[in-house]
């Protein structure tokens, strides 16, 4: 199977991941506060929507580094850029926060251009990523 097919799922999960995270810290911040001094710092980074975040967080970074050993950065890195709509979306399904119209359309430019991104791998297997050299 092509290597690019590969990381798509890999690199999506771990962008939707992220995403759901930031929703989590959100929750957990607007639940236990956010004070700078140590107990309720570690009220907040014990309380439940913390850890989901945290959690959300250890495994996208696990699935990146699949992904790195499939692609070049220069091809997954870009996907990244779909957290913005994955965080809008997620923020306006789950927070019930508005994203006025000019946002709708920020985003649907930042789905086009990662769509146009996608269409650059090649069909072939990619150089070894594994190594450093040229």
Same mark, same amino acid.
Request: include cysteine; charge should be positive.
């Given at each position: 199977?092509?290597?690019?097919?590969?990381?798509l799922p890999?690199?999506?999960s771990?962008?939707?991941?992220?995403?759901?995270?930031?929703?989590?810290?959100?929750r957990?911040v607007?639940?236990?506060?956010?004070?700078?001094?140590?107990?309720?710092l570690v009220k907040?980074?014990?309380? =439940?929507?913390?850890l989901a975040?945290?959690?959300?967080?250890?495994?996208?970074?696990?699935?990146w580094?699949?992904?790195?050993?499939?692609?070049p950065?220069?091809?997954?890195? =870009?996907?990244?850029?779909?957290?913005?709509?994955?965080?809008?979306?997620?923020a306006w399904?789950?927070?019930?926060?508005?994203?006025?119209?000019?946002?709708?359309?920020?985003?649907?430019?930042?789905?086009i251009?990662?769509g146009?991104?996608?269409?650059?791998a =090649?069909?072939s297997?990619?150089?070894?990523?594994?190594?450093?050299?040229?």
């Amino acid at each position: 199977m092509n290597p690019y097919l590969k990381a798509l799922p890999l690199i999506l999960s771990g962008v939707l991941l992220n995403a759901f995270a930031q929703i989590a810290m959100k929750r957990a911040v607007g639940a236990a506060g956010m004070e700078w001094s140590l107990g309720p710092l570690v009220k907040l980074f014990l309380h =439940p929507w913390m850890l989901a975040c945290m959690g959300c967080y250890a495994v996208s970074i696990v699935l990146w580094a699949a992904a790195m050993k499939l692609v070049p950065v220069n091809f997954a890195y =870009p996907f990244l850029a779909l957290g913005f709509v994955a965080g809008a979306l997620m923020a306006w399904g789950f927070l019930g926060e508005a994203i006025p119209p000019l946002r709708w359309v920020a985003l649907a430019i930042i789905v086009i251009g990662i769509g146009l991104q996608a269409f650059t791998a =090649p069909p072939s297997t990619p150089r070894s990523t594994t190594s450093l050299k040229p």
